[in-house]
Structure formats: structure tokens, C-alpha cells
């Protein structure tokens, strides 16, 4: 079998914690290891025991794979570094690695040649994944560098990292404070704390099963049905418990009714009278 031609790794920052370490046959990969000094790159080679410390960055010139795991604010000094070296960068192929910054942030070495992409590690609980974005070449490297029993690799289209950060971000940090405001209001219905923990688990993993078998079909409930009276009451208990909670949920069934496509006039007619009633007046 031609052996494949060697990785090369430029880095600063963490990497003793790095996904790296975890990748299969990396090790055996690993070549020209450069950094902000040959005695950080050295480091490195320690940390990674793999690869080789370089002092010069033209060292990178027989591998076919750059790997960049560096600070998002350092990517263009090294970039521009990279583009300093005396070799062509048609062939290569330059994967950010741990990055915030997608493919888009490599402009310079793609318009140099080379096919760019990005890696990015997720943790889902105990199963390892990594997403990949870029160019079509960067992308099958990037592939062939991490494809292992126990790692799903998942792809998406160049530089839209910031899009699926987004996707990601209306399952994590925007789910959560939905599943605190459940938790809290069942607790203030007297229900206890472990049963509270419990029912809001098996309603959120039953509303995400309805998801997809049926898709928006699977929306079900007094805010698809539209109603009116389940929804003011739920509305008015949750207003002399919390007016926090009771405009959170308001807010929220005005903006999904308009993701779902259904007319929310009638949740603003809703609305206005309850907090008319509300105020006195």
C-alpha cells in the first residue's frame, strides 16, 4: 500500500486536551509539528507524542494535510506566515481545527491554491463526532483523516459554520431556559422536584419523537388548536405566579406560531385583552 504523505500541524494555545489525540492513526500521520517557537512546538510533540518540532514553517512542504489549531485572533498572522513559505499550495489541503471561523476564514491560502476546510469536534454525551465544512477536496481529507468505528462524521455546506452554530444554539442555550421555565412552573404547581425533572424530560423527548415521524406535523397542543381559553387560562395562572413567565410565554407563542406558519392574530388579540385585564383598565 503507498504510504499516505505526512500531516503537518501548526498550533498554539491547549492542546494537551486536544481531539487530536483521540483520532486514530493520527499519530502515525503526524509529521512537521510548527509553532510560535521551536521550544512551544517541541512542547507539542510532547503533549501529542507524535510529529516532529520544525522551526520553520517550509518544512510543511512534502505534507498534503496542514492542520491550523490555533487562536481565532492569531489565524490571520498565521496565515499570512503560511503564505510566506517558498513552496506552491496546489495539492494541499488546509483544515482549521477547533475553530469558531469556517472555511471563509482561509481566503488567502484558497486563492493561493490550496483547498480549505474546517474540523470541528461536538461532544454529544458519550459519542464523538466531528463536522466538516469547506471545499470538496478539504472536506474528503478531512474524512480520510478522522473515519474510525465510533466517530460520525457529519458535513455541511462551505462556510455556513456560523448557520449551523445557530441550528445548534436553538437545541442548547435557547432549549434551556424553555425546559427551566417548565421545571419551575410545575414545581409552583406543587408537583416535586425529581417528578418535575422527570415529566419535562418525557414531554421534550416525546414532542422531538412526534418531530420526526411526522415533522411540523407532530405539533400538537392548545397553541396549534388554537385555544383561546386553554391558553388564557394557562396564561393567567402563570401571570399571578410569574408575569415573567407569562409574557415569556406569550413572546414565544407569538414567534413559533409565525416559524409554524399559522396566523398569530388571534394570539395578539389574546395578548391585548389579558394585559388590558391585566392592568385595570
Not at 112 to 135: Q, R, W
Request: net charge positive.
Amino acid at each position: 500500500m503507498k504510504k499516505q504523505a505526512p500531516i503537518a500541524l501548526l498550533a498554539a494555545g491547549r492542546t494537551r486536551d486536544s481531539f487530536l489525540r483521540r483520532v486514530p492513526n493520527f499519530a502515525e500521520r503526524l509529521g512537521p509539528v510548527g509553532s510560535t517557537s521551536l521550544r512551544l512546538a517541541s512542547r507539542i510533540v510532547n503533549i501529542l507524542e507524535a510529529g516532529r518540532p520544525v522551526d520553520s514553517l517550509e518544512a510543511f512542504a512534502q505534507a498534503s494535510v496542514v492542520l491550523i489549531s490555533v487562536p481565532d485572533t492569531w489565524l490571520e498572522r498565521f496565515e499570512d506566515e503560511l503564505l510566506r513559505c517558498q513552496f506552491s499550495w496546489k495539492g494541499k489541503s488546509v483544515l482549521l481545527f477547533e475553530s469558531k471561523r469556517d472555511s471563509s476564514a482561509l481566503s488567502k491560502l484558497a486563492a493561493a491554491g490550496a483547498a480549505v476546510g474546517s474540523l470541528t469536534p461536538l461532544l454529544l454525551f458519550d459519542e464523538k463526532a466531528v463536522v466538516l465544512e469547506g471545499s470538496r477536496k478539504a472536506v474528503q481529507e478531512g474524512r480520510k483523516l478522522v473515519t474510525s468505528p465510533g466517530i460520525r462524521v457529519l458535513t455541511m455546506n462551505a462556510g455556513r459554520k456560523a448557520l449551523f452554530s445557530a441550528g445548534a444554539g436553538f437545541a442548547t442555550s435557547l432549549a434551556l431556559p424553555l425546559l427551566a421555565a417548565s421545571v419551575e412552573t410545575l414545581r409552583a404547581a406543587g408537583v416535586e422536584q425529581t417528578d418535575a425533572l422527570a415529566l419535562t424530560e418525557k414531554l421534550f423527548l416525546k414532542t422531538l419523537r412526534a418531530y420526526i415521524k411526522s415533522g411540523r406535523k407532530g405539533w400538537e397542543g392548545a397553541l396549534p388548536a388554537q385555544d383561546g381559553e386553554a391558553i388564557r387560562s394557562q396564561v393567567e395562572a402563570l401571570f399571578h405566579e410569574s408575569p415573567l413567565l407569562a409574557v415569556y410565554y406569550f413572546e414565544n407563542a407569538l414567534r413559533v406560531s409565525e416559524i409554524m406558519k399559522q396566523d398569530p392574530a388571534w394570539i395578539r388579540e389574546l395578548a391585548r385583552d389579558f394585559y388590558l385585564k391585566a392592568s385595570g383598565t
